[in-house]
């Protein structure tokens, strides 16, 4: 649940999700949660995944943007985002079908650190 490290990098902000696997019926909303951990000042991007393919972009949301941007493909009402804090996002997935299936990956920007920083 945790991310993975970066050598070298002391003190490197962990970015965390959950739940780790939702299993939904088709026309059911998805909820994933991610907490930034100590990034309070960059945005979450989301970023889907399926087996054999590369990652995608869905979406990236900031708490103090007043709306979503998405990646090629993704828009709203199927995809959004919003935030409970300034570290905690949620990428919601309205009228789940089949072709949704996938890991989906959360990320951000760890300024101090000068990386990318990952779940």
């Known amino acids: 649940m945790s991310s993975c490290c970066f050598p070298g990098v002391s003190g490197v902000t962990l970015v965390t999700q959950k739940p780790p696997v939702v299993t939904l019926r088709t026309g059911q909303t998805a909820t994933m949660d991610c907490n ?11 970023y889907k995944q399926v087996p054999g393919g ?11 943007w007043s709306s979503v941007r998405y990646g090629s493909g993704f828009s709203a009402p ?4 919003n ?20 890991v989906y990956y959360c990320q951000t ?4 650190a000068k990386e990318d920083v990952s779940q």
């Open 109 to 112: 920007w760890d300024s101090s």
């Open 78 to 81: 199927k995809f959004t985002s």
């Open 36 to 46: 930034l951990g100590t990034v309070t000042g960059a945005s979450a991007r989301w």
């Open 83 to 102: 935030h409970q804090s300034q570290s905690d996002y949620h990428l919601i997935i309205n009228n789940v079908e089949e072709g949704d299936s996938a």
């Open 54 to 64: 590369g990652p995608q972009f869905v979406l990236r949301f900031h708490h103090s």
